[in-house]
């Protein structure tokens, strides 16, 4: 999904240049019917505009494989119905919105409150939502030669509101435990599972901020502690590979991990 909401990204901005007016949210809703096509279950008609628009994604033969999908996302999508944060569809903080956010960073305006309006397409508490837009404007930050510490700051004072408090109180438990010995499986079992959308990112930023070093080995170590936890691994593993790789750029990338990377080229051109 993190694909296609880069792809619906594209979309909107070649939308704005032609006609110089894009809702990056609804070009993104219908990249994510192609997403649900590709698991099976949208079923839209060829004319449908979601399918019938050309869509590098949408005929990608790696992408065509059903591998655990969120049942929130497919239950939300199925309707066929865009919402918002103001008409939720559901009352879900899962992590399936901040997963796959990441490419919100390189939006124009307003990153966080497209993030936010994207994740509310199939998550509607706003635990669901506001991490997403959390996770977006510290990628923009860092993207923007910030550092993580004060790309954070940037993000919790967009996290004022009441409903972000759970967030908040998420990513300030993640600072401490980082500034609070080595890094260790256990600590991260203190911060939750991951499962919903507050835990996910929390556990990313611990694992992103308890590696001082730009290097391929702290990365490296950084994805495994991510990645070896009794809960939501793959989420939060991915959630710190965009992090450390905004922070750090492709270059700490193990090449041997590159090497055995499914889809590359697709991901590569995207």
Known sequence: MTLFTA???????????????????????YAY???????????????DYALSSPSQLLHAPELRHRRAPGNTCLAALRTNAQRRSENPMNNSKGCG??????????????VFSWACKVGAITHGHPSGYLSAGALTLILASVLDGKGLDPAIDQALGKLTDPDGQEVVKSIQRARVMADDGEPAPEAIETLGGGWVGEEALSI?????????????????????????????????????GNLLGAAWGASVLPADWLDELEARAIIDDI
């Open 97 to 110: 919105a901040v997963m796959r956010t990441s490419p919100m960073a390189l939006a124009p305006g307003d």
């Open 33 to 47: 019917l192609r997403w649900l096509d590709t698991q099976g279950e949208y079923g839209g008609q060829p004319s």
């Open 204 to 240: 990313a930023l611990y694992c992103s901020l308890a590696e001082k070093e730009g290097s391929t080995d702290a990365f490296r170590r950084a994805l495994l502690l991510a990645s070896n936890h009794s809960g939501d691994s793959d989420s939060t593993a991915a959630l710190t």
């Open 7 to 29: 792809e619906g990204l594209l979309r909107a901005h070649n939308r704005f240049l032609v006609r110089g007016i894009a809702d990056i949210a609804g070009v993104i809703h």
